[in-house]
């Protein structure tokens, strides 16, 4: 039986001490972020861990569940749901999934073992409103650093549709 490996709450995201945080999660499995001899955990990817039964999660000494991290998830973000099912589809078909966000994008993918990510992932419900605008930013923004952009949009089922969104130039 694998021992689980404590992680503490701070704010919007987790953390360990633990070396062997940093080998099995981190060096072996890509999930997490390393500052100094810490690694940070977002709550997706926390949320996810638990679920898996890899991690617990405490705050102030008391272990908080599933649904608990999950809760203050949707609190700090109205989308965090549907942001989690797309973190768990990709993660379970294999994919290493770290933030977007300086892509302008929730997510970006990489294939196991890759340097570079080859997609950058938007995460939209099946009934909310596009721009054109939106659309096109985001796809020159994928462009320009020679990354896919795809659209998965989740519709009321939680079934994930995945569309790929290039840029084309005539």
């Keep these: 039986m694998k021992?689980?490996?404590e992680f503490y709450l701070s704010?919007?995201?987790?953390?360990?001490?633990?070396?062997?945080?940093i080998n099995q999660l981190h060096n072996n499995r890509g999930y997490g972020e390393v500052k100094g001899k810490r690694l940070f955990l977002s709550l997706i990817e926390a949320a996810y861990l638990i679920e898996r039964g890899w991690i617990k999660v405490l705050d102030n000494g008391r272990e908080l569940t599933f649904d608990e991290v999950f809760s203050l998830g949707k609190k700090r973000d109205e989308d965090f749901d549907i942001k989690f099912l797309v973190y768990k589809d990709l993660r379970d078909r294999g994919y290493i999934v770290k933030s977007g966000l300086k892509f302008g994008s929730h997510f970006r993918v990489y294939r196991k073992g890759a340097e570079h990510s080859d997609w950058l992932i938007w995460v939209l419900?099946?009934?909310q409103k596009l721009s054109p605008n939106d659309i096109t930013a985001r796809a020159r923004v994928a462009h320009g650093v020679r990354k896919s952009m795809i659209m998965a949009i989740v519709d009321e089922d939680n079934d994930i549709v995945y569309y790929k969104i290039e840029w084309t130039k005539f």
């Design 3 to 5: 021992k689980v490996i």
């Design 11 to 21: 704010g919007d995201r987790v953390y360990s001490e633990r070396e062997k945080a």
């Design 125 to 127: 419900r099946e009934n």
